[in-house]
């Protein structure tokens, strides 16, 4: 990285002797003494299932009901009541698959050889199975086992709560269907191909005690599986069981190395091994949709299959554009909509095709096939051509550049860690780190923008000070529907679960208003290229000075607001408007990437918009 310069690692980052955070985490209201819980049992409930994994056999997911319940999360706060709260049976049904309504025993491993060792030797020939709200690699047998990848700690501080709340809210459940024989006949004869009408579905989520909307969004997610779910949930308790197979620290990281080889081995058969790199943690969608020009070449086939599909948001949406009554990007629609198009077997020659044209443009995607389920993409800045630019390009050529961009779909928590020390050893060649990704708003609304420029990160305790090259000058003009709040502070926590009110109070009193889970452990590994040790704990770091080695930003929107239980993509998704937070973020990176390479190239026929000089000159950026 060419932040590790002989003058980067002299230079010492500013260091508090006091921690900026542990030191409030002592105070009474935050350990639960003063009747409400806090850290401290979350830290409890995280040291149950640690070291309950530990074990060389299952173990039940009922052990770990009471520490989930003690530790009163904000995103089940239903948990201990009798109602189901479908809330939370929403979230965790989207980040874990279909086939856990099946499922009695979870095995979790670091490599297809642990799961080998333990006598899965057939794992690979299992039903590949996904789950809509997180990238994990799942192996269904078809019968009651479900195996998962586990690429870092935080898939297990990810993963363990969530499969909790499931089993929770299903007995719940349960418990209702037993308690009232009426409902579970009516159930029977459901699962059986009676037919029900509306107001017949109507009284069955009364008796379930399920909120209408709720109800409804229950039967969107499971489709025409409802009835025959219910009849499991009426048959049986869900009795879960886990089995930790083994896992080192190294283990991690070594399936890291694994993700990473395909691209390394393409850049050494392409000699591109020293060329300069601009790594950006977003998804691989959006960058290479403003890029390629795909979608716009296909307009007319993807205005008509919204019209043919009526989708419910798309259609509307279309029908004002072309009335001119909405301010929104026709740009931003296509893209939404070639999500879908080239979706499905039946599109498998389109998708062909698609590849052809985004490779011939220097594109080049890699699929993982490990652990860390991370798609991998690798531009090379010389092949695009700027007339499929999208329109809020205009005015760049890159095409004198002999730079990458290495785009990766946002990992979870630690494993952005590992991934970062990974290309860091990798290459020394880094000119900037883009980081864009989802995260929950103590103060904003869904769809909103935040930059934060302070992070305090749970797992290491440190708190991180740094010059965020993005503002709201450079992002504002590209942002229709939402707000763009910069100057932000942000907490990196270690799952969406591990949070309760006491938390989140304490964070928003502490104007902590940003809760992601990947920019502090990007930010350790970034130190670990910097200086010559590895990252300390429990300090306050000021990393301000890394502004005159490397170009560094940060980008949230926001997905959640945990202060209000509905709003959170178990109970609602960014949907269509989601995509102008995420498009004005995209644009705003490749604007940023593009002037520096206009600069470095002593502007080689390339303009740099004048907005773009003027985010320089803030930035004190020097090349």
Request: glycine share 8%.
């Amino acid at each position: 990285m060419e932040a590790g310069s002989d003058q980067a690692k002299r230079e010492r980052p500013t260091q508090v002797a006091e921690p900026f955070i542990e030191s409030r985490w002592r105070s009474d209201a935050m350990d639960g003494t003063q009747g409400r819980p806090g850290k401290r049992e979350v830290d409890l409930y995280v040291r149950t299932y640690m070291t309950l994994l530990e074990s060389s056999g299952a173990v039940a997911v009922s052990s770990l009901e009471p520490a989930h319940l003690t530790a009163a999360s904000s995103l089940h706060a239903g948990a201990a009541e009798e109602a189901p709260d479908m809330s939370a049976f929403l979230y965790s049904a989207q980040r874990i698959p279909a086939c856990m309504i099946h499922v009695r025993h979870v095995v979790l491993g670091q490599s297809h050889r642990a799961f080998r060792q333990a006598g899965l030797n057939d794992l690979e020939e299992w039903e590949a199975v996904s789950a809509p709200g997180r990238r994990r690699r799942w192996h269904f047998d078809g019968w009651e086992t479900l195996a998962a990848y586990i690429a870092s700690a935080s898939d297990l501080d990810d993963l363990i709560p969530s499969i909790v709340a499931y089993q929770l809210e299903w007995n719940k459940l349960h418990r209702l269907i037993e308690a009232d024989p009426s409902l579970k006949t009516t159930i029977d004869g459901l699962v059986a191909g009676a037919i029900p009408d509306s107001a017949e579905r109507d009284r069955i989520g009364e008796q379930l005690s399920i909120a209408p909307s709720d109800w409804a969004r229950l039967q969107v997610v499971w489709g025409t599986e409802v009835w025959s779910n219910l009849g499991k949930i009426a048959a049986d308790r869900k009795r879960i069981d886990l089995r930790m197979l083994g896992g080192t620290y190294l283990g991690y990281a070594r399936s890291t190395r694994g993700w990473w080889r395909p691209v390394n081995l393409m850049l050494m058969d392409g000699r591109m091994v020293d060329r300069p790199i601009y790594f950006v943690s977003s998804n691989t969608h959006s960058v290479v949709n403003v890029l390629s020009g795909v979608a716009p070449r296909r307009k007319d086939s993807l205005t008509g299959f919204i019209r043919e599909t009526k989708h419910p948001e798309l259609l509307p949406e279309l029908e004002k554009l072309e009335a001119g009554a909405t301010r929104s990007s026709w740009d931003n629609l296509l893209y939404f909509a070639a999500r879908h198009f080239f979706h499905g077997a039946q599109r498998s020659a389109e998708r062909q095709e698609r590849q052809r044209e985004e490779e011939a443009q220097g594109i080049h995607h890699f699929e993982p096939t490990g652990a860390v389920d991370v798609g991998i993409q690798v531009i090379e800045l010389a092949k695009l051509d700027p007339a499929s630019f999208d329109s809020r390009l205009e005015g760049f050529d890159p095409r004198g550049s002999d730079a990458l961009i290495v785009n990766i779909n946002y990992p979870l928590g630690l494993t952005a860690y590992h991934i970062m020390s990974q290309i860091g050893v990798a290459t020394d060649q880094i000119r900037g780190i883009y980081i864009l990704g989802k995260a929950a708003t103590l103060n904003g609304r869904i769809g909103d923008i935040m930059m934060a420029n302070v992070v305090y990160d749970e797992h290491s305790g440190n708190t991180y000070w740094f010059d965020n090259i993005f503002d709201y000058e450079v992002v504002s003009p590209w942002l229709l529907f939402g707000a763009a709040l910069d100057n932000q502070k942000a907490v990196t926590v270690k799952g969406t679960f591990l949070q309760n009110q006491g938390y989140l109070d304490f964070y928003y009193r502490e104007n902590y208003t940003v809760v992601e889970m990947e920019a502090g452990p990007y930010l350790s590994a970034i130190y670990e290229d910097v200086f010559l040790e590895r990252h300390p704990t429990d300090q306050a770091i000021n990393l301000t000075p890394l502004a005159r080695h490397l170009d560094l930003g940060i980008i949230h929107y926001a997905s959640d607001t945990p202060y209000t239980r509905a709003q959170t993509l178990g109970a609602r998704g960014l949907s269509y408007y989601g995509m102008d937070s995420t498009y004005a973020s995209t644009i705003a990176i490749l604007r940023r990437i593009f002037a520096l390479e206009a600069d470095l190239m002593g502007n080689n026929g390339a303009s740099i918009p004048e907005s773009n000089r003027l985010a320089q000159t803030r930035s004190g950026h020097r090349g």
